[in-house]
């Protein structure tokens, strides 16, 4: 399985700013994924992110509040954007496997106070 | 709404117990399965992963598929304290096995007492 790597690991950020996640594969991959894991709830998906195309967002994220970033195959930014307590998360990037399986990073503990 | 459903638990076994832990999915087309492991604080672990009706069998993790009943499980064997931590069924809702975005359940919560 490909290593994934995410920047920052954690970080406490005020409401109403920004926050740049990074994600780096060891391996070109073609799709990476962002979830969101609010505390004590499951993953849920924000977008696919393809390599060369627009993301595709889920049902309830837009593309103004989570831009998110594939300039090349190994690696994607997300950002989170006029940030309320509400996005207070962890956020994961993840990518797809050879049978549909996904792996995924350490993870970005993100508190917004 | 394609759906994913655990009972979320806890669920508490002795150790050297079977845990058996369920899935139910809504999806009919779904064609790949993954059960996840996650400790607290860390990120969700591969454990096992199913495509056919049956069971798979690594170590001490059995996944079970029922296609019809549209139903998936884990029974964990021997199990240790270690394997104390949250079971996340995830589900290939966009067809085909090389291809496509999960839908997780809402994880299953287990401890396993000494």
């Known amino acids: 399985s490909a290593v994934i790597s995410q920047k920052p690991s954690r970080d406490i950020c005020q409401r109403g700013t920004s926050l740049t996640i990074q994600c780096q594969v060891d391996s070109q991959v073609t799709m990476m994924f962002w979830y969101r894991q609010q505390p004590g709830q499951s993953l849920t998906l924000i977008a696919t992110a393809n390599q060369g195309s627009e993301a595709t967002y889920e049902s309830g994220f837009v593309i103004d509040k989570f831009p998110i970033s594939r300039p090349n195959l190994t690696f994607s930014t997300l950002t989170v954007s006029n940030m309320s307590p509400e996005d207070s998360s962890i956020y994961l990037c993840?990518?797809?496997?050879?049978?549909?399986?996904?792996?995924f990073g350490p993870g970005t503990r993100l508190t917004v106070t | 709404q394609k759906e994913v459903e655990q009972n979320s638990g806890p669920l508490s076994v002795p150790e050297g117990a079977i845990a058996s832990l369920n899935c139910t999915y809504s999806d009919r087309v779904s064609q790949s399965f993954f059960w996840y492991r996650q400790y607290s604080g860390k990120s969700p672990e591969l454990i096992m992963s199913?495509?056919?009706?049956g069971d798979k069998e690594d170590g001490r993790f059995t996944a079970q598929l029922n296609k019809a009943s549209q139903y998936v499980s884990l029974l964990i064997r021997d199990s240790q304290p270690s394997d104390s931590a949250t079971y996340l069924c995830a589900v290939n809702t966009a067809g085909g096995t090389s291809y496509g975005k999960l839908t997780f359940g809402q994880g299953t919560i287990l401890t396993v007492h000494p």
């Open positions: 993840s990518v797809v496997g050879g049978v549909g399986e996904q792996y």
């Open positions: 199913i495509y056919s009706n």
